[in-house]
């Protein structure tokens, strides 16, 4: 068994291997969907306490959610249930004192914002404005909040946007009306609302006079799907709020523009902090100070997948300089330490989700945690606090020094369940791939694994593409399910992949079927050569979005791969592809160009010129609210297989959208995809 240095620190408390491994049962879909899941954690400012949130789910599968009070101060100390109400309360923030915590609930009806103070008593309604909150911060006094609110750009009220809201509801007529993309993203059709930034004082523990400091822009903040309110901040001085948007045009379906913009708080004239800069910036931090901003900021215009660098501006000469230039390195977060020259990172690093610390006046980078996946919380006095996860590990938090040593379990939020779960052991392999260059994967064994056997394999490839399979806990394609199915389970994080450098990354640009598929090839006979348990001439592959479209090149360009084929959410069509699709900047970035600049790329790296050579049977899965690859791209597969008679099955899901959120779906998805691999692996009659 793979044993980390999280596993080192449980033996060291007297907990042997044997004793956990011991009465316990192979992990399944209904064991995952009954998971306890940390969320919305917060240290203190003088780093003695934490707080977190806990949604918990009981055998029967009633879920709750409450807040829980960690005292760092006392080793000791248990954690203490701060909340009871019914609902999830969700992003917590300390008051500048520590002596309340702030947090957004919607036990009224809406989601509004509530003070709870720590020292007894009732949690207060600081806010009732007539539309919900979907996110907030706090000014570094406490005296201030930003929220993001989704308002019409046209009104110069929120009661103004509630009132439109309402006539909407009630209208009679259902037509849409555009003049402009974005006419849908993600899983919604565009309502000519948009996420606005509202600033208001606290004053007595009530919110005062609201000011959209976004008004009248036709501008989106936190973009959507994927950003919150990392992209938002007050100025140390609570003059201005900084954020991460586009500038207001019709481009927004084909552009990666995203700019770093200033706003007083008090409305008014707007200031476009990074206009130089035509790709993507974001998250922007201050140093407590006041003297630094950092940020991330991409190269490559209409590239979502660059590496981002660190820019470092000084607020008062005006400069900016990219910190540590040459690490080859993307990160997802950044945040000033307390000395004001050390920034806290964490980025994809060969499979793993590191910490790394990284001095800001001479660029040094300083590896602190490399194993698994992790985010940074927060400071607490002279220690980090982390969230950490693995491939076996579901995620709780730990601390640790701020060399990354003398680590320290905070919670262990599913301890009673997991000690009755048989995860399947797992590693991390190499082999020689395209051009002969270094790639990674890993393999994990069948939970219930004896020696000498082989084993059916499930070949399970990433989207993105540029994504990874790593070292992490998935709540939807996770591995350790087909372990626990009595699969074994391979993962190569092919050319394109995130995490080994950005020219690794930018590979499988332009070459969508060339490179990866030569990595899946070398990369499933390696493995199956260096682990004898592996039966690679008994395998099914599975993918969803990039992987499902790997799925149906398989079929064309190598069909007698494999026993049985997942497609999930795959893109058959490149052609039709790229009119239905609404992020249009993606394929023009990957194919060089719109489809009639760049016909012969898309053309020749597109699955349906190629179904001539299909044979292979495969389950396609879609979602009909998925508007990034919508589901006439599984039903066009689904169709050309049923019409010549190759073996197929289709699933499809009225209320999902590019992922299976419903746990009851997702067990649906778990039973559908292992019964067929069952039946074309015939594993259950071996």
């Not at 007894?120 to 909040?145: H, W």
């Not at 993507?280 to 006041?290: H, R, T, Y």
């Not at 964490?346 to 698994?372: C, E, H, K, M, W």
């Not at 540029?466 to 998935?474: A, E, K, L, P």
Request: net charge negative; aromatic share 12%.
């Amino acid at each position: 068994m793979k044993i980390n240095k999280l596993g080192l620190a449980l033996l060291a408390a007297g907990v042997s291997v044997a004793a956990v491994a011991a009465d316990k049962t192979p992990f399944t879909v209904q064991d995952l969907v009954k998971l306890n899941k940390l969320h919305s954690a917060a240290v203190s400012h003088d780093g003695t306490k934490l707080v977190y949130g806990l949604k918990t789910v009981s055998e029967a599968g009633k879920a709750d959610s409450d807040l829980y009070l960690l005292d760092l101060a006392n080793k000791d100390a248990k954690p203490y249930r701060l909340t009871s109400a019914k609902g999830t309360e969700h992003d917590v923030a300390f008051s500048s004192d520590d002596n309340s915590i702030y947090f957004v609930a919607a036990r009224n009806g809406s989601s509004q914002l509530y003070q709870l103070p720590l020292n007894g008593g009732e949690a207060r309604q600081v806010s009732e404005l007539p539309l919900d909150i979907d996110g907030y911060k706090l000014s570094d006094d406490g005296k201030q909040v930003v929220m993001s609110i989704r308002v019409f750009p046209e009104c110069d009220t929120l009661q103004c946007s509630a009132d439109k809201f309402k006539a909407e509801s009630e209208r009679k007529s259902t037509g849409r009306e555009y003049s402009q993309l974005m006419v849908r993203h993600w899983d919604t059709w565009f309502d000519h609302a948009r996420n606005h930034l509202v600033v208001a004082p606290i004053v007595d523990g009530k919110l005062g006079a609201t000011v959209d400091v976004t008004q009248g822009r036709d501008t989106e903040t936190p973009p959507k799907p994927f950003s919150g309110m990392e992209e938002v901040t007050f100025t140390p001085d609570g003059k201005y709020v900084v954020y991460s948007a586009k500038a207001p045009a019709k481009d927004q379906a084909w552009t990666t523009n995203y700019d770093l913009w200033q706003v007083p708080v008090t409305g008014g004239d707007t200031v476009n902090l990074t206009e130089e800069n035509k790709a993507w910036d974001a998250q922007p931090v201050f140093s407590a100070d006041g003297r630094y901003m950092a940020y991330l900021a991409m190269k490559k215009p209409g590239f979502e997948a660059d590496r981002y660098g660190i820019m470092l501006r000084d607020m008062v000469t005006g400069q900016t300089k990219e910190v540590a230039p040459l690490w080859d390195r993307s990160p997802s977060s950044i945040s000033f330490g307390k000395d004001n020259n050390t920034l806290y990172v964490t980025a994809q690093d060969i499979g793993q989700v590191s910490v790394f610390a990284i001095n800001t006046q001479f660029g040094d980078v300083r590896p602190l945690y490399n194993d698994g996946s992790n985010s940074l919380i927060g400071i607490a006095g002279d220690r980090l606090v982390i969230r950490h996860a693995s491939l076996v590990e579901p995620g709780d938090l730990w601390s640790m020094n701020m060399d990354g040593q003398d680590l320290q379990r905070l919670t262990d939020v599913n301890r009673t369940k997991l000690d009755k779960i048989k995860f399947g052991d797992f590693g991390q392999f190499s082999f020689k791939g395209w051009n002969n260059e270094e790639v990674y994967g890993y393999w994990l064994k069948p939970a219930n694994f004896e020696p000498g056997k082989k084993y059916p394999t499930a070949f399970l490839v990433h989207g993105g593409p540029q994504g990874s399979f790593g070292n992490s806990f998935s709540s939807r394609w996770n591995p350790e399910l087909w372990a626990g199915a009595g699969y074994a389970v391979v993962m190569v994080d092919f050319h394109g992949s995130t995490g080994y450098g950005q020219a690794f990354t930018d590979s499988i640009s332009l070459d969508w079927g060339g490179k990866p598929l030569e990595d899946l090839q070398k990369g499933l006979a390696a493995v199956a050569k260096q682990q004898d348990w592996i039966d690679a001439s008994n395998a099914c592959a599975l993918g969803g979005s990039y992987g499902g479209y790997m799925m149906n090149w398989i079929q064309g360009n190598w069909n007698d791969g494999f026993k049985c084929l997942v497609d999930h959410a795959g893109l058959f069509d490149m052609r039709s592809m790229y009119h239905v699709t609404e992020e249009l900047w993606f394929p023009e970035h990957e194919f060089g160009g719109t489809y009639e600049q760049a016909k012969d790329l898309y053309e020749k790296f597109n699955p349906a010129n190629y179904v001539q050579n299909w044979k292979t049977p495969m389950l396609v899965i879609h979602g009909e609210k998925d508007f990034r690859v919508p589901y006439d791209q599984g039903l066009a597969a689904f169709s050309y297989m049923q019409r010549n008679d190759i073996p197929s099955e289709l699933l499809v899901f009225p209320d999902e959208n590019h992922w299976i959120l419903n746990p009851n779906n997702l067990e649906q998805w778990y039973a559908k995809v292992l019964g067929w691999m069952d039946r074309w692996t015939g594993k259950n009659s071996q």
